[in-house]
């Protein structure tokens, strides 16, 4: 199983900008395709964005289209959510995921497929 380790969550301006990240240990993460989510309380966790095993290829929620970009460093084990203009209702707990999917398709999107999850990190903007 691999484990997920999410960082670089804070408090930031709306308009503003963080990245996070996700690195991994246990796995090679190459084997898997990467998720993230975001939660908010009372709320279910919510699908943000995905990446192929070698980067190729990102799908985006609507919300984040044009704004959030996920890229990744397999050599260094590592996932990045890069988000720019940020609103307040972006404020969430944000986890890294990974799944062992064959596919690349809706079926990404699906919180149930991932088998591998982060403990979370804060992003809140503020208005």
């Known amino acids: 199983q691999v484990q997920l380790v999410e960082s670089g969550g804070g408090l930031v301006q709306n308009g503003g900008s963080l990245r996070l990240s996700c690195a991994a240990s246990?796995?090679?993460?190459?084997?898997?395709?990467m998720g993230w989510f975001r939660q908010t309380p009372g709320k279910e966790r919510e699908f943000v964005g995905a990446i192929t095993r070698n980067g190729d290829s990102t799908y985006y929620a609507e919300s984040v289209k044009g704004r959030f970009s996920i890229t990744r460093d397999n050599a260094k084990n590592t996932v990045y959510l890069q988000m720019n203009s940020l609103k307040p209702e972006d404020t969430a707990v944000y986890y890294c995921a990974a799944t062992s999917s064959p596919s690349f398709n809706v079926v990404i999107t699906f919180r149930s497929i991932y088998t591998g999850w982060g403990q979370g990190t804060q992003v809140t903007v503020s208005s």
């Open positions: 246990g796995r090679t993460l190459s084997n898997y395709v």
